[in-house]
């Protein structure tokens, strides 16, 4: 079983199960998913020895691990991970060196291939429409592919540093970051050829979003008591809900 970890600021988190941090899992179906995260946190350096990729086929009953980096100095270094179909998984975070880093296979996991991608930042999301078409947000831009990986193209944004981004399809899409001022959702209907601002946010740091269609999104704020925002007329109104007494730190919104 992989056991997840939390932040404690120091010495890379509480360890459970040998000192492994699990920072993401996706599932393709009920029962084959994925899982990433780190091994093995130094109390001296304050940095984990290298990064792991997990495996299940049994709808997360057991779990094998398939993949290990060693010698990494990020904690950790996988940040996020897009599943496309069986046999195509994609890793993303950063390399030892800060730059933006995707590890992939094509073969269901048995061998992997690691690359650099973009103009470097750590990752901090990925998001995919299908096996071809995706987005991977960095600290410091917004890149696209229409290839499944095999290349990626930076889009501009407005913001200085990101933190998120919720696609509908190839056109319509939300970010948020920050420009000159506070957190802030954009959204284009055009690719990302331009951006309007949606929602700026005066109260709270915005940790991530979702949108399922073009009225109805939400949006996690990253300060103690956590917010969650609601909008059902495409961001024109929004509500407040508090997640429930005892909830631990949210860090994702899915839907």
């Known amino acids: 079983t992989i056991f997840d970890t939390f ?17 993401a899992v996706r599932f393709l179906d009920l029962e084959n998913g994925w899982a990433i995260g780190a091994w093995g946190c130094s109390a001296i350096t304050n940095e984990w020895k290298g990064a792991l990729i997990w495996k299940t086929v049994n709808g997360g009953a057991t779990w094998i691990e398939v993949a290990r980096q060693q010698g990494q100095s990020a904690s950790p270094v996988f940040n996020d991970l897009a599943v496309l179909d069986a046999q195509h998984i994609l890793a993303f975070g950063a390399d030892s060196s800060g730059k933006s880093y995707q590890y992939a296979t094509a073969d269901g996991g048995t061998t992997w291939t690691g690359t650099t991608i973009g103009a470097g930042g750590a990752i901090n999301g990925v998001q995919f429409l299908d ?6 947000t960095t600290s410091n831009g917004l890149l696209y592919t229409p290839d499944g990986g095999a290349t990626w193209s930076p889009v501009a944004i407005p913001a200085s540093s990101l933190t998120r981004a919720s696609f509908l399809d190839n056109s319509r899409g939300w970010i948020i970051g920050r420009g000159s001022g506070p957190s802030t959702l954009w959204k284009t209907s055009d690719g990302g050829a331009t951006w309007q601002i949606v929602y700026t946010s005066q109260a709270w740091s915005l940790a991530d979003l979702a949108f399922t269609d073009a009225y109805h999104g939400w949006l996690l704020t990253g300060a103690s008591p956590q917010t969650i925002l609601a909008t059902t007329d495409g961001g ?3 509500t407040t809900e508090a997640p429930p007494p005892g909830t631990p730190t949210l860090n994702r919104l899915a839907f």
């Open 131 to 136: 096996s071809q078409h995706g987005w991977v």
């Open 236 to 238: 024109i109104n929004w």
């Open 7 to 23: 932040a404690a600021g120091y010495n890379c988190g509480y360890e459970w199960s040998g000192g492994y941090s699990v920072t």
